[in-house]
Structure formats: structure tokens, C-alpha cells
């Protein structure tokens, strides 16, 4: 570079007396040009004292400090007196902290081994499935507190609730729903042409619909709408230590927040479902009668000899639960969440996640125990 | 609430141990607050101020010790009487914490609603008023989002007085604020011990407000776990010779290179 030329550069001279060093710095010291190595200097010399002075420097950064602190180390490895009492005070104080940063800079091996990845995972598991009755248990008391002083219910907010996750939700679980009844028509209408029980597709479709597609769909639609919206919105919410003021208050943050967006799925979610089945049907008797040249009459006949009330009923307990999950998944990862934006975001993904796991469980649990009761 | 003349403090923190998870943060700390005082804890970033705070206002259980309000313990008691003590003290955090889904107004009402079984017009009235006592007359219908990160805090002291506490608690009232506005709440936290007598804790390393307004501080230490100082802001400033407190009072030089 031309510049260089023009900075006089940084420059260390060593004389040697008897058993001591003397280095000597001049010219300027930056730390965006080279500087001169102390070992260079140092040749096959074996000092037991080496003692420094800056003699016309005329600037100097952190990179006589480098110089100075390599001085430091070779004397401290080789067992030999660093003099720096000629320096200036500025010098020797800024050396101290490089030092000292030196030592808290040593890299430390934060790697886990194996086994202590899966005793933490196991301990963390027990210590999720107590949060999770934790959570259930605090609902369950704060509903009875709420039984016995229902002015405290915050109707504004689950009404409020209700429209998000149910009205605002119509035209995503009609669609849907639609579609879902005419995919699962056209899948059916391959296999009973075949056989010549075209008329059966309205069994079928009406049967699936109303006992599990109808509740299981949108389920999963209001896991992903809902309850990550229930979890994000949790999440924000601990960030701001809105949570904390809640706290500090005295008012359950369950009470508050979580009961009134619980009653809100858990009366929309059957709501949505009853519609979601009949939107479902009307998929298959679109299909039934474009393609298999069924009447709607027919279809609806059909469908009435094998589809009752009980069936109707069982799909929609079984939505009333799920809307109850999809609700406690989201606010009970809500309000795990970390105090990071991160944390809002995991939150929201592992609402949607824990929701679809735990309903399917509940799906199988409802299957056998319908089963069994003979419904 | 004992007389005014009671000797017993206002809060009284007993061999306090604390911190998070398995980290030890605070080691057997003790002190207390007297009626009407205003108490500033103090020290560096990292030092356990806030930590201190939460376990005071219960939202954290200490690993030890004990917390009492008025001669009252607060940590070890039940829910119940727990919930009663909490209407007592009020807390402004750090960002305001307003509940951003309500508009000022309900934010003021909601503790007037779940503690008292005032009418819905008496509510908002008083909502109006202690708005205006922080200076946010006019802006009762606003939404926490429409307003600056000042009125925010002066929202959030409004909320934290919602129901007259005996002590109000605030987490660093002058972080994000500018000068004059930061000066205009120490304002604020005078007027309010001067008109109602509360006991005011306020944790800060703001050294004009630690000046200005602190009857007494103590101050903590990140390695010494614990207090390290306690008495009044000058004279901390010009006796201690403890070259940490100095230190954090005075203002170190800061070495720059040549």
C-alpha cells in the first residue's frame, strides 16, 4: 500500500545485558499493519529478565499490546521476570485486562455426552407430563371458582373468542370440508362401480363424515388457525410480562386468559363440525350426481338408512373434545413458551403439534370406548 | 394495615436465598423498608435486581428465606391469603406490561373489577382519574400499541395505583426513556409518596434518579451474591470505601489507547 510507506513503522530493538533483555519500541503502532514478533527479536537469546520501554512512539492501539502481552507469555513459559515498570501506567492497565480477557477467552467444551442428553430428555419428559396436570388441574379449579362467582367470567373475551374461531373460521372449513367429501366420493365411486353399489357411495360418505372425517378435520384445521394463534398470542403475551402483571395482581393468568378461549373452541368446535358434515355431504352428492347419476333424493334416502342420530352424536362429542384439546394445547404452550421471539414461534409450532398428537389419541381412546358402548 | 406509627416495616426481607433453575443468584439476603420510604435497589447489569424483585412480588418461590409485607409473611402463605396481600402492592414493569388487547381505560379497570364490587361507572371513572393522575387524561380509549413507550409506563403506574397499594414495586422506570421524561416519572414517584405515603421500591442504575428521589439503597453484587452497601445514595457516594459502590456512584475513567 502507498500509505505504508509514509507511517514510520512499528519498530522493536533488543539489547542484551549479561542476563537481562532490553526491548525497545519506537515508531507507530497499528493494528492494520504488521508489527514486529517479540520471538524474531528474541533469536536464540535465554534472557531471565526482559524489560521493555517505549522510546519515540508515536502512536500505539492494540497491537502493542499484542506485542507487549507475547512478551508477557514467553517470560511467564520460560520462567523469566517481565520488567514492565517502565511502560506507562495506560499501558500496563490496558495489558492487565488483555490478560485477564485472555484467560476468560479459553474456549470451554460445552458438548454433553450421550448419556447426559438422555437423562436430561427423560427428566425433562417427567417434568412436562406434571406441567401438563398442573395445567389441567389449575383449569379444573379455576372453572369451579368460576361456577361459584360467574361475574368474574370474562364473556366480552369469549364471545370475542368465538367469532375469531368460529365465524372467521366458516369459510376455510367449508371449503374444506366440500372438498374432502368430494375427494373421498371419487376414491369410493372407483372401488363400488365395480360391483355395481354405486347407490352405497351416500352410505359411505354420510357414515365417514358425520362419525370421524367431519370432527377430525376440523380439528386439524383449527389446531393449525386456532391454537397456534391461542399459543402465539400466550407467548407475545408472557414476553411483555403481561402474564406477570396478571400475576401480581392476584388473577390466575388460567382464569383470565385460558378458561375463556377453552369454552370458546369447546362450544364452536361442535358448532363447526355439525356444519363441516353437512358441507362434506353436499361434496359427495355433487360428485354422486355428476358422475354416478344418482339423484339427490336418492342419495339422501340412502344415507338416512344407515346414518342416525347416535352416529351424528358421537362425532360431535368427539369434536367438543377435540376443540377442548386443540384450546389446551395452545395455551398451555403459550404460557410454557420461553421469553424470547423464538420462543413464540416454537410455541406456536408445538401447539399445533401436541394438539394433532393428543386428538389422535383421543380419536383412538373414543373409537373403542364407542365400540364398547356400542354407539 | 397497622397505624401509621408502627414501627413494624413496611417489607421485610429475611435471609432471602434465590435465583432460577439451580443457579444460586442471591445468597441469604436481608433488609427492610420502612412506611413511606422510597428504597431503590442498585448495581450493575446481571446483579440480581430484578431476580430480587420477582421473588419479593411472589412470581418466582425462593429456595429460601422469607418475604414479609407489614409483618406478614407473604412467601410461605397460602393462596388465599396470598391474593389478599397482593391487592396491597402494586408493580410497574419494565415495558408497562399493558395488556395490549385492552385500551387504557379497561387496563386501569381490570384489578377495580376483580378486587371490588364497584359499579361498571364508578370503575371507569376512577380509571379516568388515576389516568390523569400520570399525566394521560384524554387518552383513556387508546390501545397500548397507539401510544409511546413514556406513556406506556405512566399507563402502567396508573394500573399499578388502580387500587391504592400500600407499596408499589417498579422494575427499572427508566430504561427506554429519554431524560426529561425519565425525570418527569422520578417526578411523579414523589408526588405519589407525598400524597398517598406509599412505600415505593424501585429497582434502577439510573444514578440521576438514584439521586434524586432514593431515601435509602442497598446495593447488590453479582459475585458477592448479595448486598454489598446499604445507606443513602451521597453518602455511599463519599464514604464507602468500597471501590465497587465508589465505583458504580462516582464513575470510573475509561482507558483509551494512546
Redesign the interface.
Known sequence: MPVSSEIPRAQATAQVHGNSLDVTLAGTWQVTHPRPLFRDLLGEAKPSVVSVRMEA?E????SLLLFLFEVEQWCRGAGATFDSAAL?P?VQ??LGQLTRAHAASLPQDRSANFFAIVGVATQQTGVQVREIFHFLGECVLSTVRLVSSPR?FRWR?CLAEMQQCGAMALPIVSLIAFLIGVTLAYTAAIVLRQFGGDIFIADLIGLAMVREVGAVMTAVVLAGRTGAAFAATLAN?KM???I????????PAVQFLVLPRLLALGIMMPLLTIYANALGILGGLVVAWGLLSISPTAYWVEMLTIVDLSDVLSGVIKAGAFGLIVGLAGCLRGLQADRSAMGVGRAATSAVVTAILLMVVADAIFAVLFNVLGI | MPPETSPIPAITVEQLTCGYGRDIVLENVNFSVARGEIFFVIGGSGCGKSTLL?HM???HPPFGGVVKFFGEAFTQADVTT??GM??D???L???G?????LTLRQNVA??L???TRLSRREIDEIAAMKLGQVGLGGFEDYFPAEISGGMKKRA?LA?ALALDPEIVFFDEPSAGLDPVTSRKLDELILQIRETFGTTIVVVSHELASIFQIADRVIMLDRAAKGIIAEGRPRELAVNSRDPRVTEFLVRGDV?K??
Open positions: 512512539v502512536r500505539w492501539d492494540t506507562p495506560k492497565l490496558l368474574k373475551d403475551m411483555n410480562e403481561e406477570d402483571a396478571l400475576e401480581t395482581l392476584g388473577i | 420477582r412480588v411472589g412470581l396470598r391474593r397482593l391487592k402492592f402494586g408493580m414493569f419494565q415495558g406490561a399493558l395488556w395490549t388487547s381490570l384489578p373489577e376483580e378486587y402502567g394500573r482507558v489507547p494512546g
